[in-house]
Each structure stands twice: as structure tokens, then as C-alpha cells.
């Protein structure tokens, strides 16, 4: 079998300011999903569609169903209060694709009203083949497929049903339509430039030991990017699944099963299981700040807001390029300082030093309660715990504790006086990881050299700091990389 790749030209650009597809992008940027597709056409074990589920944080759960029309204006008002929104995606509580008329008119209203704002769409894929041209009219770029399996009878074991051409079919006959439109609209997507992630569910004892071959294939038909969520299984929430005593893996089960798909595709490790109707940042959901009785009191300048998004991201991007080059500066620095001998001036040689150990070891605060896992955010921290990580261990240097100031909003005078004390806690580290840093936590971070960073809660902290000395290795090779570019110009 002919093996597809993504070409590689423009897809930076792609990826750059969409949290969902670049793991860096979502410590910049945020997202939201409007709710306008409450049809599905397949069901699945795991999935129960719920609405006014404020305390759930899931696929398929929503508190309000929103018209084309009212999804545009929450959509601008979002816009208008969370400059730094760049993705729209339709994700349910449905599937936007059985519910074509109300998810175009929505994309077609807000590439008039605000063309600045990416949008994309996450589907099932039955219906994926006959509507990628349309997809591609309205100039989607990103799209997310859920596959859970490319061999039928596992997928009897996890759809008991779907709709296909105006009936309703079970059993494998069922798992194996839906699998053909998957793959089929996956190949339609890649062979027109369309960037495609692929959702899996991880289900012990249903797919565990089948998602490498799903990750293989999917490699092979064009995905970009492979995300293996963790089943969602609890009974309170009504699933089959759930009601059947179906278990969720645990968290060294899911990094096995992400592990072994590594070697095939790219895997996502930054996803929270998004509500349907999710707003902000990843891992800080604001929908509940914006109901439509709400937004029908705000006063919204759209033009003004565009503005103020394009002014936003360029100084997010400023910074993101600063932060890029920093240690390019350091090795121009170096060239430059006089050299008195074979090995230089001793100002050249620290920073040559300096550099080459950059890559290879860094210094890392992070937020944990009991010392084994990464389980609170930047306002919940009570000890920070220092780690010098290399490419072969980690190790805990020290702990330092954190005032007992109280959280609050980002914005509040408290949590910003816990902000500097955290900075000036940890201004000898290179790295913060929690599972949330705030926005404007974040950029004081970024100006203080501290890079933010975030893993899911729960993770334990040796394969943290794994994943976390992997983006930093990739990072400062990446910089060296541009250096050397610069020089040879």
C-alpha cells in the first residue's frame, strides 16, 4: 500500500495558531465550539448527547443548543471579550455532518462577519465523503475524525448502530459502512491539503491492542495527527459503557497504548476532552461566562474587536519569535566576544556552554500535591517542586513553598501578588508546568524567560518531565537550526 505523507510546505502556518493541532499554539491561543448539530446519525457505547451539564467536561455534552444565527453573535462576543480566540469548530453535541444545513450556514455567516477566526469541524466521518467539497468551499483547513477502529467486528463491539441511507444497520455490517467513509473521506481530505486528526477512544479490552494498526493506517491514508483519548465511562453519565461497568483506563495503560503508536504518527498529548460547547483556553473552559442571555446585553463592535485580535496575535507571535531565538542570541553572543585563544575569550566559552547544556538539560518547576503526579494549576500550587531533567533522568533538586494566598479570576489583585511571588520563586528555572496556567500568567512568564507548560492532570511526573524535556530539546534544536541558517546567510 502506497504510503500518503502531508506535505510539509505551509503546514507550519496551518498549525501555528491552532491550539488543538500544535501543542505549543495552545499555551497562545484559545478555542470554542458552538453548539449546533444535535442530530447524530451512529451511536456509540461511550457517548450519551447530554444538555445542561455545567459540571461535566466531555464530547457531546452542551448546556445550551444554539441557531446558525445565535452561534454567530455568541461567536462575536466571544471574539470581542477573548482576543486571542483564533479556532471556531462545530463539534456536536451531534455530528455537524448530519446536520449539513445548520453547520454551512454557520461557517458561511462567520467567514463573512470574521474572516480572521479559523474554522473546522469534528465528525463521526459517515458522512465525511459526500461533503468534503463543501468543506473545502468554505476554505476548512482542520478537520477531526473520530476512528476507534478499522476492523468491523471490533467495531460491532462499540457502535451498536448507525443510520445509512435512510435505515438503521447494526453489527459489523454497520462498523464496517462506517469505517469505509471514514477512511474514504480521510483520503478525499488529505489529497486536497486539508490537515486531518484523527480522535480514538481508548477502551481496554475492545480496541487497546488494535489502536497501533488503526494509528498505521491512518498514517498511511493521510492523517496528520493521531489523539488516543482515554474512555470516559463513569455510570452517573448514562452511557452503555458506563451502566455496564465498562473501566477506563488507567494513565500508565493510555501512555502505553500512545507509546506504541508513536512510531507510526505523530501523537497528540496536549487534548482535554473538550464539551461541546467549550470556550478558551484548553484546560480553562468559559462557556458558562457566555449564555445567550448574556450576550443579548453586550454591545459588540465587530470591526474594533478584528482589530484588536490582530494586535493581540502580533504581539503573541513577537514573543513566540523572541522566545525562539533566545538561544541563537546566546551563540551570536558568544561568536562575537574576542578570542584570545584556541578556545576563546572565557565569555565566549560560557556561553558556548551554555547553549550546548541547554539542550541537553534544563531545570523545571512544577505543580504537584503529592509529589507522584501533576494534579494542580498556577492558582492551586502550595509547593513547587524544582526538577533538572536531561534526556536521561530527572531529578528533584528541592521544594519551595508557596505563600497560602487565596485563587481567584486571573485578573484579581490576589492571584496576580501569587503570580510574582511564583516568578520570583522559580526565576533560576527554565520551565512552569501545571495542568492550567491563565493567560496573563502565561505572558509574564514568557517575559521573565520562564516558559509555561502544561500536562494533563493526573499525568505522573516522571513521564511529564519526559514529554516536557522532549518539546525542549525539539525547541532548542530548532533555534540552534535557525542560527546556523543565519550565520551560513
Known amino acids: 500500500m502506497e504510503l500518503k505523507v502531508v506535505d510539509s510546505s505551509g503546514v507550519r502556518e496551518k498549525i501555528r495558531d491552532h491550539p488543538c493541532f500544535s501543542k505549543d499554539a495552545h499555551h497562545h491561543y484559545a478555542r470554542m465550539h458552538v453548539a449546533v448539530a444535535p ?28 441557531t446558525p444565527e445565535q452561534a454567530v453573535k455568541k461567536t462575536l462576543a466571544v471574539a470581542a471579550e477573548i482576543p486571542q480566540l483564533t479556532v471556531l469548530g462545530i463539534a456536536g453535541p451531534g455530528d455537524p455532518l448530519a446536520n449539513p444545513e445548520r453547520t454551512f450556514a454557520t461557517f458561511a455567516a462567520l467567514t463573512e462577519k470574521a474572516p480572521d477566526i479559523r474554522l473546522c469541524v469534528s465528525t463521526n466521518g459517515l458522512m465525511l465523503p459526500q461533503h468534503v467539497d463543501e468543506l473545502c468551499r468554505h476554505n476548512i483547513d482542520h478537520v477531526t475524525i473520530t476512528i476507534n477502529c478499522v476492523d468491523a467486528d471490533i467495531g460491532a463491539q462499540i457502535y451498536p448502530w448507525i443510520f445509512w441511507q435512510h435505515r438503521r444497520i447494526r453489527g459489523a455490517k454497520a462498523a464496517a459502512i462506517l469505517i ?25 479490552g475492545v480496541n487497546d491492542l488494535h489502536l497501533a494498526e488503526v494509528s498505521r493506517i ?28 465498562q473501566r477506563a483506563p488507567s494513565a500508565k495503560e493510555l501512555h ?18 473538550c464539551r461541546a460547547d467549550a470556550i478558551g483556553m484548553l484546560g480553562q473552559d468559559r462557556h458558562d461566562e457566555f449564555t445567550l442571555e448574556r450576550i443579548e446585553k453586550l454591545e459588540i463592535d465587530p470591526v474594533a474587536a478584528m482589530a484588536r ?26 561568536l562575537t566576544q574576542p578570542k584570545p585563544g584556541v578556545g576563546g575569550s572565557p565569555a565566549a566559552q560560557v556561553g558556548r556552554a551554555k547553549l550546548a547544556s541547554s539542550a541537553a538539560s534544563f ?28 534526556g536521561q533522568s530527572s531529578r528533584l533538586t528541592e521544594t519551595r513553598p508557596v505563600s497560602g494566598l487565596p485563587s481567584h479570576l486571573s485578573q484579581d489583585p490576589v492571584a496576580e501578588a501569587k503570580v510574582t511571588e511564583v516568578i520570583k ?27 509555561p507548560l502544561s500536562a494533563e492532570s493526573g499525568l505522573p511526573i516522571k513521564v511529564a518531565l519526559r514529554q516536557a524535556h522532549a518539546d525542549w530539546h525539539t525547541d532548542t534544536e530548532g533555534a540552534a537550526n535557525a542560527a546556523s541558517r543565519a550565520l551560513s546567510a
Not at 42 to 65: F, M, T
Not at 182 to 198: C, S
Not at 259 to 273: K, L, P, T
Open 39 to 66: 442530530a447524530c446519525n451512529i451511536q456509540c457505547h461511550y457517548c450519551n448527547r447530554k444538555y445542561d451539564c455545567a459540571n461535566e467536561s466531555r464530547p457531546g455534552v452542551v448546556s445550551e443548543l444554539l
Open 180 to 204: 469505509e467513509q471514514q477512511l474514504m473521506g480521510l483520503e478525499m481530505l488529505a489529497e486536497r491539503g486539508v490537515l486531518v486528526k484523527i480522535n480514538s477512544v481508548l477502551i481496554p
Open 218 to 245: 491512518v498514517k498511511q491514508k493521510g492523517a496528520f495527527l493521531h489523539n488516543i483519548m482515554p474512555l470516559i465511562a463513569e455510570p452517573e453519565h448514562g452511557t452503555f459503557f458506563g451502566l455496564m461497568g
Open 256 to 273: 502505553a497504548v500512545q507509546q506504541s503508536c508513536a512510531n507510526d504518527m505523530e501523537i497528540m498529548s496536549h487534548c482535554r476532552q
Open 309 to 334: 485580535r490582530a494586535q493581540l496575535r502580533a504581539q503573541i507571535e513577537a514573543a513566540r519569535t523572541a522566545k525562539s531565538l533566545q538561544p541563537v542570541l546566546v551563540s551570536l553572543t558568544s
Open 363 to 390: 531545570r523545571v518547576a512544577l505543580a504537584s500535591s503529592d509529589g507522584q503526579r501533576i494534579d494542580q494549576s498556577l492558582s492551586e500550587v502550595e509547593v513547587l517542586r524544582v526538577y533538572q531533567v536531561d
Open 425 to 451: 520563586l522559580i526565576k533560576d528555572c527554565d520551565a512552569l508546568l501545571c495542568t492550567r496556567i491563565g493567560f496573563n500568567a502565561w505572558q509574564r512568564l514568557e517575559r521573565q524567560g520562564i516558559r
